[in-house]
Each structure stands twice: as structure tokens, then as C-alpha cells.
């Protein structure tokens, strides 16, 4: 269960105020995590603490296919990342470095900046403890199901690679 | 029975340029939007930024010592070139290391490559009917010669790195009828813009566009390159166009590869058809903050839009056609004194030919400082980064907040022509009404 306070913002936040461009040289997850939202929210890894949660409207990480946008979110301390909807590289980018994502407008629409939130990976049920009400996230298609519950793009590599020799 | 009729109905329509690329390199008869494939790919692609990252993964893959085809992986050094500083150099090692480790038959140091997608298609390395992936969602620009290729991360190109193969949604397509003549001194980069702010910026998310029309098979080569790179700027998987004999020949100019040219049914099933004509087409601008915030030129004008620099290069507008244009309207003139214009070639080749018809000698004689090829400026990486309360008007594809430097800075995107008219005079300025004024 992924537990913490949500931090909320708007629409089309794309990669580069998530990661902007300067620090791409950087490949570590802690480093990058000191980054995480700078061009959007400066004060963001300072406010958030660890377990918090990003929830934001639609086509959230739009832009560049830099895999470091997730992992600075991750890298920060972010739990998840709760949106209407996610633009399609990061969302392959984001299952593929483990930082959870999960898509519900009605859970947007329902919790404010500052609510306290539950969320569980397994049911993808998002509970808004602040307001005491409850969401049901989209569900993953069934082959990236399958890839999650693999443990990954990884482990599934591993899995054709076998099977091609 | 309405299932039965719709699998037969299913099986009986045709296919997008999309689905029949894909559906080939998946072995398959036929796919349809929505279905997940296994696809074959024809080129891996890398820079030393997601190159780095795809490297880490595929050392943590089992069984994974060697990349599928040394000859169908392309390693191009350009985000932060020549080397910013130790980190960005580190970076740029890893990846050479690499390519000497795996004989990368396409590695691209500094100086013999330039930006990843002017120098794939120059070199040959890209064909009709191919599928391409690569760590950069730019990727899409290869769409211009009939391919099928999109953007990824650094996971997904680690995986194709060492499978040849890839998984992906097949997506639905959007059809974009284009008819009519652009006008003069209008270009590519404005019926883009154009396009973007009519689709808007997740309004092709998970989709391919479809470019048609009497206006396409009009459009220049590099045109088509600066159009299918801004698919991605309405969220699109790919950008495609049915391979004419002006890309045909193209691609035979550069490479003995046999290819195949694919072609979209009659019948082909299309999410939506837009029409566009583009007879009454201004200049477009891309205001502050998204490049679907797209004016015509004569509404940005109205009041003075005063810029700090100008930048002319990408992958977008780094062509040996948009230098030429500019050098057109700088020739014998000297540039604004309020402002700065930087020019990156997109290639070493492109560089060079620039050099040889004098255009750089044009460029730099106005007062332009012309930079090696690289992706620097674009993304506010390195060489033309913009500071505090500064604006710039550029040939680029992004104009998100902080895209070429600080926050606090703007980014209006706009064609060349539209750049160097802008030059002249240090703000916003539509190129016809500055040549009807003779300056």
C-alpha cells in the first residue's frame, strides 16, 4: 500500500518541468530525485516528503522519451503518480523503472492538494482519507498486466531471450 | 451473429500504412488498432544520453552479452556536444566503449554525425517500409521516408537492443488530407505548427498520423522530415507518409538496401480524416508555453514581440534547405543589434555543404555565430541557453517552460524564414511584409 500526501497540478505537465533538459547528464536515481519538478514547482522536493503522491489532469509527462522524467520521480521519494491521463512514452517509461502510475478522473477531480491518500497497486483502489472517499483506478490492458506481473520489462526480456536460443 | 459479422467485417477491411508495416515485421497476415504485436525492427536507435541509460539495463538483463545486430543499432553522440562538461563526457564514453565492444558498424562521434535524425536518413541508414525504434521521441522524423518509427525509453532500447524486436500497441491513424499550394514564404514548419494547434497536444496520443494530399506530394523531402518530427508534438506514436518517387529516389541515392514500399488499402479503416487546405495559410507562430498554442503571424505581430535570440537549427528546421532560406534573407544585411542568432547545421554533411555554397560565410558576415552540429540549444542543454526574462524565437519543436534554458524564459516557435525575418529586425516578424518593405 502506498501511502502520503498529494501534491496536485494541472494539465500536459510535460517532461522537461519534470527533468529539465540540463540535468539529463545525470544518471543517478538519488541525484535526479533533487530535481524532480524543478521547471514546474521549485519547491517541490522540499515540501514533499517521502511517500508522497503526484496527482495531476490529463496527458501528464508529454514530451521528450527521457526515461530520467520517472526515474527523478521515483528517485525523489514520490510514491506514485495519480492522472486523469499520461502521455504514451512515459507511460511505457514509467511501468518499465517501477514508479507506479495510475489513471482515474474521478479520483483527480476528488482529492485536493494537501489530501492525505492511500492507494493499492494490487486492486487499484485510491482511497482519499482527508475526505473519506474511495476510487477505483483504470485498469491495466491485459498484457501490461502480464509485464507488471512479471516484475517488469526485464524479467520478460530475459523470458524471449531464453526462448529464441 | 453481430460478432461473427464483425470478425468478418474485421477481415475484410483494409489496412492503415501503419498496420501494414507492422503487421509485416510481426509475421502476420493483418493487425488492427488496439492489438498488442511483437514486431521486428530494422534499426536500433541511441544518443549518448538514453545510450547511457539503455547500456546499465541490458548489463542487468541474463543472458544478454551481445546486441541482437551490430549492424542495425546506431549510436549517435549529440545531446551534449562537443562534451558540456566531465559528466556529460563520462556519458559520451560510455557509449564509445560500448560501440568498440560491440563493433556498432554506426557509431557517430563528434564531427563525422551531427543530429541523430538528419544524420540516419543521410547516411542510408533509413527505408521505406522499415520499423525503427529509438531512445529519443524524435524518432518519428523517419516517417517522412515511408517507415514506421517511434520514440521509446532507455528500458524499451535496452530490450531491443538485444531482441531485434519490440512490443507495441498497434494504433489507430489518424488521416490528414492536405490540398492546395502554400504560399509565399510559407513552409512545412508552418502547416505543422498549423497542424499541432488543430489536433492540440494530446490530440494524437497514442495514434499514427497519416500525411496525404496534393500539398504533401508537392513538399520537399526535407519538409516532410521537419513535418513527421512534430507528430510527437500532438502526442502522436508516429508520423507516416506513403514513400513517392521523390523518397524512393532519396533512399537509393544512399544505400543498395532492398526495401519495401508499402501502401494504406482504399479501404483502410481511419480513427478520423481531417482536411486541411492550405491555400489562405499564414506564417504560424507557436506562442508561450505549448506548441499547440498556434497563431498566425499577423495576430502575434500586432504588437511588437521583441526577441533576445534566434536560433536556427534541430532536427526539425537543421536542413541544408532551411540554411539556405535563411542565408536568402540575411544576405548583404547585418542582424538586429538587440539580439543574438545562433545556427546549428543538423550534420556534419549538411555543415559542410552549407560551407561550400557560402552560407555560413553569409550567415556569419550578419552576425550569426554558427555552432557545430548538435542538439544542445534545443533543450536547453548547452550552447544558446536562455537566461532569466529572455525570449527567443527558434526553428525548434518545443516551447515548454524552461525547454531552452531558465523558467522564467520564452520560447516562440516559428519557421526559418520567419527566424531570420525576426533576426533583421530583433522581434517577431512576418517575412513578406518585411521583404514588400525592402529591409
Partial sequence: ?165 | MERLLRYINLNLMGMTLTEKILARHAGLDRVEAGQIINANVDLVLANELSAAVAIGVMRGIKGASKVFDREKIALVEDHFVPAKDAQSAKLAKLMKDFAAEQKITHFFDVGRGGIEHVVLPQEGLVAPGEVIVGGDSHTCTYGALGAFATGMGSTDIAAAFVLGEVWLKVPASIKIIYSGTLGHMVYAKDLMLRTVGELGIDGATYRAIEYHGSTIDEMSITGRFTMANMAIEAGAKNGIFHADDKAIAFVKERTDRPFVVEKADADAVYERVIAIDVANLEPQVACPHTPDNVHSISDVTRDDVVVDQVFIGSCTNGYIDDLRIVAKILEGKKIASNVRVIVNPGSQQVWMQAAQEGVLTTLAAAGCAVNTPGCGACFGGHMGTLGDGERAISTTNRNYVGRMGSPKSEVYLASPATCAASALTGKITDPRVLELAGV
Fill in chain 1, 1 to 165: 500500500m502506498l501511502h502520503g500526501k498529494a501534491h496536485k497540478y494541472g494539465k500536459n505537465v510535460d517532461t522537461d518541468v519534470i527533468i529539465p533538459g540540463k540535468y539529463c547528464n545525470i544518471i543517478d536515481p538519488a541525484e535526479l530525485g533533487k530535481h524532480a519538478l524543478e521547471g514546474l514547482d521549485p519547491n517541490y522536493t522540499t515540501k514533499m516528503k517521502s511517500g508522497d503522491i503526484i496527482v495531476a489532469d490529463t496527458n501528464f509527462g508529454c514530451g521528450s522519451s527521457r526515461e530520467v522524467a520517472p526515474i527523478a520521480i521515483k528517485g525523489s521519494g514520490t510514491s506514485a503518480v495519480i492522472a486523469k491521463s499520461f502521455a504514451r512514452i512515459f507511460y511505457r517509461n514509467a511501468l518499465n523503472i517501477g514508479l507506479p502510475i495510475f489513471e482515474s478522473a474521478e479520483a483527480v477531480d476528488g482529492i485536493d492538494d494537501g489530501d492525505e491518500i492511500e492507494v493499492f497497486p494490487e486492486s487499484g483502489v485510491i482511497r482519499n482519507i482527508t475526505k473519506g472517499t474511495e476510487y477505483k483506478s483504470a485498469e491495466f490492458p491485459p498484457f501490461m498486466r502480464e509485464l507488471i506481473d512479471a516484475g517488469g520489462l526485464v524479467p520478460y526480456v530475459e523470458r524471449r531471450l531464453a526462448a529464441k536460443v
